[in-house]
């Protein structure tokens, strides 16, 4: 088993030590770890670790790497806001890691998931918020700088659906993600949020499959408990879709492995 986008306490809204994370990840049987805490940049600092962390950061997991090599292979990644541009910073995107994830958290600078400013959904129109942030992930997976799109239809957080159909309002992001040979994660976190759904949902699972985009897997852990979270269902939607191989990544590189 797989799980790439786990967080640590440096982002300042995860508990647990990283080793917590670890030890709970060998004892579900998961084989491949990654954490791609939040990156540091010049906006929202509140919920990021800072610039002067990244070397710790870095250092901290690549030790533990080592540490635990023989039980369970560690990874380490960011997951990389996309804002779209104005945040971007080059001390993230050139980090010596073995991959970054994607987000889209922010539409301009509304951070639409983020419970606090939850009251401006009430005063926009759902299609168009839908329509707005999936054109950031087409901008994200255009800009080829990450390997992993992080939650696709994180969008749908609070549970607002749109009334256009999501496989027309996906289409041109879920292209885009293909050209960039970029991988597609399987989010359990969504279970434990509002919508009570795997990211993506089926509809969206579907098209990215069809599209012969890569798939992994991810929990999204920000405490030690939630490491591996949800698997159960996660494991039963591949089945379905006939998913059999995970792809995780190195250096960059693709690697893949057998469900
Ligand atoms: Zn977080
Ligand atoms: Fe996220
Ligand atoms: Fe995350
Ligand atoms: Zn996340």
Redesign the pocket.
Known sequence: MVDLHNHTPLCNHAQGKPQEYIKNAIKKGIKIYGFADHAPMEFDKKYRMSFNDMKNYENEINSLKKQYKDKIKILLGY?VDFTPTKYLDKRVLTADVDYLIG?V?FLDNWGFDNPEFIKEWEDRDVDDVYKEYFEYIEKMASSKLFQIV??ID?VKVFGHKPKKNIKDIAKNAIKAIKKANMAVEINTAGLRKPVKELYPSDELLEMIIDEGIDITLSS?AHSPEQVGFGYEVALEKLKKFSVNKLVYFEKKQKHYIDV
């Open positions: 997951e987000s958290h992080g939650h994180l999204d």
